[in-house]
């Protein structure tokens, strides 16, 4: 019989690779080259399944062009690169990757907050480009993560990760603002008080946001949102680009509305709005806050454990739309 017909769209891990060839007729793009949306529904002819990442769009007209897709495994928690909707409209199981990346995402967080706080990234340029003659009481003063007020945008499982991080370990009173309330235990699991979304804004010294992008969350962080914050608070974004309005943020930080921000995540990414690349109290890193090799490689292999179990007749790991699965 022969193998189901699958693409992976971008490099992966050699390893998965050889996996899924065990299991399917592969067409994979190891030299990791950028394609069009034309080029993706032009390779995506025949196949029966997709391997993608973050950046490979799935909608309703790649959807009505490609017949023969059955499921889409993403490798990223994250999949507003899903219509999800129209995927279930034509019965295409959505997957994606889940857990296996929560604590390794909730380190990085953390690692971004401490680096904005404390002004590292902009303290390094400053003696690399030579400039550290002496030294001076105030030079790179920045603000104390120990005791502040840690506030969560988003208290999913990475956004519990850091609120976790922040009062066991640094003892933050961390206050959270989410769609729905956490139960009391994982709030006291959290150390964590649940306020709502103005009173967090007014009130944190540090702001994280974790929230998933999605219409509702476009640009929930905006020119009003940042004028509710102190002036010496701490914006991070490591959700999605698009979740903040980034040419504000970029004339909040200049203006010194707020003190600094800490950005995985970019509207438009790769592209960088280029007014942030030009003020200093921005710590800017390029969707890295998975990048470790032991948790990339666990996403990946989730994403072809779903492909694999699909295809074998076996409930996927982490289905999206399962009542896609009720229909077959
Ligand atoms: C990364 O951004 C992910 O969604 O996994």
Known sequence: MSKPKILVARAVFPEVIARLEAHF????NQADTTWSKAELI???QGKAGAFTTGGDRIDADVLAACPELRICANMAV?????????MTAAGVLATNAPDVLTETTADFGFALLMATARRITESEHYLRAGKWTKWRYDMFAGSDIHGATLGILGMGRIGQGIAKRGAHGFGMNVIYHNR???DAA???????SYVS????LKTADHVVLVLPYSKASHHTIGAAEL???K???TLVNLARGGIVDDAALAEALRNKTIAAAGLDVFEGEPQVHPDLLTVPNVVLTPHIASATLPTRLAMASLAADNLIAFFTGNKPLTPLNPAVLAIK
């Open 42 to 44: 032009r390779r995506l």
């Open 197 to 200: 979304k103005e009173a967090l």
């Open 25 to 28: 007729d592969v067409e994979a």
């Open 227 to 229: 004028a509710q914050m």
């Open 180 to 182: 729905s309330r956490l």
């Open 78 to 86: 994250g999949y507003n690169n899903f219509d999800v909707d129209a």
């Open 186 to 192: 994982l709030e006291a699991d959290c150390r964590a």
């Open 231 to 233: 002036p010496t608070a």
